[in-house]
């Protein structure tokens, strides 16, 4: 692998050279400085100085998600470095995002360290996750399961709710755009207390749209219907934390959204899904010593879909309890962490053909350094499932600070996803003794940052082995599965560059991220479906006195519908607007102009994408 690694690297080094080239004209260290140390908790399950963080990442602020006006989740990660998304149709309708190439169900979310998704279909159900309930989103790249375990393949995504701390703060915010979109939220957040501190946050939120019809006429008899396809979510979101003593803290948080979409299965019947996310967790932080911390959580998620459709009526739900108990010892400026956990996964309805319920018992371990220019973490965890049995996982990776804003480095880490339940046991699709999907990954980067300005080249080599894919004649089995099966009979190697820059030139911001990758079935030697050879965003940003304008363009290669690669996707371009303007204290008014040229694109053949719309709304926020 290593040998692999340094010759893709200097066959690739344009790249590199590049965005060595485009750090070099930005301002240097002793010009730049941020006033605002960055904070980093998913890449090592522990906050942590982001100049000090080994792993790739990206942080979303708080100032982006409001920027991004009613805009989805999704929506808002296409414009990130090494993120691509799916979508059969407007907001609302089922979304796939893809990490560096890994599939939806390659990667991990989490929403305040609680791990959401389906145990089904695999991945986590993106439409239902609000973009008006969270604060914060980090990403984290590259194989991370010998931290949180199975289906972290591709990379992390951790979702923070709002949160709040000081003096009682009010917020409110309402806006309506194309498509008869409209929206409202408000919430209030703060801390009391002097010896005991007690903190709360507590939102809501209404978006509701007519939409337009999710797919189009070539989608075929059976799909398409020319009528408009809406939504409504409703959603509330809490935290309330008690810090009883110096170090003691125990809390409580909950997010709770409730989707109603409309989709198209063919004409003749209003085709609808209600699909919901529930989470609730304790948690209990304790410093049981100076150089001792300990955090207990315990955790309940639910992922419920009820689908009315044309083709029938399904109830199909995944609820998923949570026990985790992390101790972090320090040494000096080193950390040994600990972590026992305990996954409990239920499918409702269960039948005699699909066993509901599955366990998964875990360990890990690791351990990070910090020595003057040198910085090096090593984890290994081992999870036991009461299903596929046992997996072992692990990572190394090591940083060197070679002058002030410089630093390579170099990792390889382990992984593995987990057969879905619908893998294992879907009649006439699953098949029992399917293995998990396992990975390799190695990666080389170079880092520049300045605090104001950061640029970043990685290139990364990530495969798959044992690959669950549909195979048309069903190697075992074939009586009772006579159209083929799920089996583990491909290979994929994701490779590629990653590139980023973004700095600060007075009032001006500007950034640029590029992607140059080969997500590729080695069995077949096609491209894996719906992912590009080449996709990116570039950004503007002008801040002065109370107004502030900016412009985004999100770009992308052509991409292939089918594992086949018969059906061709046309790359495409998007040219979006967005202003904020403070018109009176803690008042703001927003809005946002997206796909300005009214680009005509996919994301999935034949499902149709929003044109040219805009959306305007108000925010107040108590100073």
Same mark, same amino acid.
Request: charged share 20%; proline share 3%; aromatic share 10%.
């Given at each position: 692998?290593?040998? !692999? ?55 979303? &602020? ?64 993106w439409e239902t996750i609000p ?9 984290? %790249? ?5 931290? +949180? ?17 000081? =003096? ?5 915010? =309402? ?15 703060? $801390? ?21 019809? =999710? ?8 799909? %398409? ?5 809406? %939504? ?15 170090? /003691? ?19 003749? /019947? ?6 919901? @996310? ?72 269960? &039948? ?14 690791? +351990?990070? @350094? ?20 046992? /997996? $072992? ?5 090591y940083g060197y600070r070679f ?37 390799? !990954? ?22 798959? &082995?044992?690959?669950?894919? %549909? ?15 799920? +089996? ?69 290669? =052509?991409?292939?519908?089918d594992f086949g690669n018969r !059906? ?43 044109? $040219? ?11």
């Open positions: 692998m290593t040998h !692999n690694v340094s010759r893709h690297a200097l066959a690739a080094s344009a790249p590199l050279a590049l965005a060595l080239a485009v750090a070099s004209v930005f301002p240097s260290a002793a010009c730049a400085q941020s006033t605002a140390e960055r904070v980093v908790v998913t890449a090592a399950r522990m906050p942590q100085s982001a100049k000090d963080v080994l792993s790739d990442h990206l942080v979303i &602020t708080a100032e982006e998600i409001e920027l991004a006006g009613q805009g989805s989740i999704t929506d808002l990660l296409q414009q990130k470095r090494g993120i691509e998304i799916t979508r059969t149709g407007g907001v609302g309708n089922t979304a796939s995002v893809f990490i560096r190439g890994a599939a939806n169900a390659q990667n991990v979310v989490l929403v305040d360290g609680v791990r959401i998704g389906s145990s089904t279909l695999g991945g986590a159900t973009l008006s309930q969270v604060e914060r989103i980090e990403i984290v %790249y590259g194989p991370l399961s010998s931290l +949180y375990g199975a289906d972290a393949m591709g990379g992390v995504i951790q979702i923070f709710t709002k949160q709040g701390d000081g =003096a009682p703060r009010l917020s409110a915010a =309402a806006g309506v755009g194309g498509f008869k979109t409209r929206n409202l939220e408000a919430g209030i957040g703060g $801390s009391t207390g002097v010896a005991t501190t007690f903190r709360y946050a507590l939102q809501a939120a209404r978006e509701t749209s007519d939409g337009f019809s =999710a797919s189009k006429p070539g989608a075929g008899l059976y799909t %398409y219907n020319p009528d408009k396809d809406g %939504y409504t979510r409703e959603s509330a979101s809490g935290r309330i934390g008690v810090e009883y003593a110096k170090g /003691h803290e125990a809390g409580i948080s909950f997010i709770n959204s409730k989707l109603d979409v409309q989709f198209d299965a063919g004409a003749g /019947h209003d085709d609808r899904m209600i699909q919901k @996310l529930e989470n609730v967790a304790f948690h209990s932080k304790n410093r049981f010593a100076p150089n001792w911390s300990s955090r207990l959580q315990l955790a309940r998620s639910a992922d419920k879909g009820y689908t009315d459709a044309s083709y029938g009526r399904s109830d199909i739900n995944t609820k998923q309890t949570q026990a985790s108990w992390q101790n972090d010892i320090a040494f000096g400026t080193d950390v040994l962490q600990l972590v026992a956990e305990r996954r409990v996964e239920k499918v409702e309805p269960a &039948t005699a053909a699909q066993a509901g319920k599955r366990t998964t018992n875990s360990f890990a371990g690791s +351990y990070q @350094l910090k020595r003057g220019s040198h910085l090096a973490s090593a984890s290994l965890r081992h999870d036991r499932n009461s299903q596929f049995g046992s /997996h $072992s996982t692990g990572s190394l990776e002058a002030e804003a410089w630093r390579a480095n170099v990792s390889y880490g382990t992984s593995f996803r987990a057969p879905t339940f619908n893998d294992l046991y879907y009649p006439g699709y699953g098949v029992a003794s399917n293995r998990p999907e396992s990975g390799k !990954n190695a990666e080389v980067g170079l880092h520049y940052n300045t605090g104001a300005t950061h640029a970043s080249a990685v290139y990364y080599r990530n495969r798959f &082995t044992d690959l669950i894919t %549909y195979a048309p004649v069903c190697p075992v089995e074939q009586s009772t599965h006579p159209y083929g099966c799920a +089996y583990n009979v491909n290979e994929a190697v994701l490779s590629g560059w990653s590139l980023s820059a973004d700095t600060k030139l007075g009032n001006l911001a500007l950034r640029a991220a590029f992607d140059l990758q080969d997500p590729r079935d080695k069995t077949t030697d096609k491209l894996l479906p719906r992912r590009a050879k080449k996709h990116g965003s570039l950004g503007a940003e002008y801040g002065a006195h109370a107004y502030k304008v900016g412009a985004e363009l999100v770009f992308s290669g =052509a991409r292939f519908d !059906n061709r996707l046309a790359g495409y371009g998007l040219l979006n607007l967005y202003a904020n303007y403070q018109f009176a204290l803690g008042w703001n008014l927003f809005g946002r102009w997206n796909n300005v040229a009214d680009k005509d694109y996919e994301l999935a053949r034949n499902y149709a994408t929003p044109g $040219s719309n805009v959306f305007v709304g108000v925010r107040y926020s108590m100073k």
